[in-house]
């Protein structure tokens, strides 16, 4: 079983839509992270998180400690949201992430 | 954006031949990685370097090497390319704290 799991694998949503991605995790984590990936393109930093909730325009951000558990929200979605959103946390026992296998998003217009 | 660099962009190449990809950043951050993406599974660690002369095996690092010379530089080398090393090559920097990564643009590599 992966330490951190992604779902849902792809999401294909209209235009306007609330879309949500959750990822979980089995580790004892100091941090999490998404990040996004356009098609084609590199891997930008969208949000960190040890606690609560975070917001960036569109985007926000929960996280659940106890649960384990943390959502990546699009609120108004938009074709341009199309992209792969990872997750990643930084484990608490040393210097590296452990990542999800991503989340394709398909926003059609 | 972080200030990373990666080169070259786009390289085909043939089985058996060496190949060097650099990494460059102007941020001084200590810590350097070398990940592998391939469809269907997410970034793979091959390499890291936590300081000059300092690196340290990912969970890919078979036939792949790494150096750190200088702060700001950070080389991966397939000594005997394979088509298996076929990939989009990322290189990212980061701090220790909460180990927040910034990535470079990527390469993509055809080992034919």
């Known amino acids: 079983k992966n330490e951190v799991e992604q779902s849902p694998q792809n999401l294909t949503a209209q235009e306007g839509e609330f879309i949500t991605i959750n990822c979980s995790y089995s580790?004892?984590?100091?941090?999490l992270h998404w990040l996004q990936q356009h098609p084609g393109g590199g891997i930008v930093s969208l949000f960190m998180l040890s606690s609560g909730k975070k917001k960036h325009g569109r985007l926000i951000a929960t996280i659940n400690i106890q649960e384990k558990h943390s959502s990546l929200h699009i609120t108004a979605s938009h074709p341009r949201d199309s992209a792969v959103y990872i997750c990643?946390?930084?484990?608490?026992?040393?210097?590296?992430?452990?990542w999800g296998a991503g989340t394709k998003l398909i926003i059609k217009p | 954006d972080a200030g990373i660099t990666q080169s070259p962009r786009h390289k085909v190449t043939e089985t058996g031949t060496p190949v060097t990809l650099r990494c460059h950043q102007t941020e001084n951050h200590r810590y350097m990685y070398w990940y592998r993406q391939d469809p269907g599974h997410g970034l793979r660690l091959i390499h890291y370097?936590?300081?000059?002369?300092?690196?340290d095996k990912g969970e890919v690092s078979d036939g792949y090497s790494v150096s750190r010379s200088k702060t700001e530089d950070f080389l991966l080398t397939l000594e005997s390319a394979t088509s298996s090393q076929t990939s989009v090559y990322f290189c990212?920097?980061?701090?220790?704290?909460?180990?927040?990564?910034?990535f470079g643009p990527g390469t993509r590599l055809t080992v034919l």
């Open positions: 990212a920097i980061g701090h220790y704290a909460y180990n927040e990564q910034f």
């Open positions: 370097s936590y300081g000059v002369k300092d690196t």
């Open positions: 580790v004892g984590i100091s941090a």
């Open positions: 990643a946390v930084s484990s608490d026992s040393n210097y590296q992430l452990i």
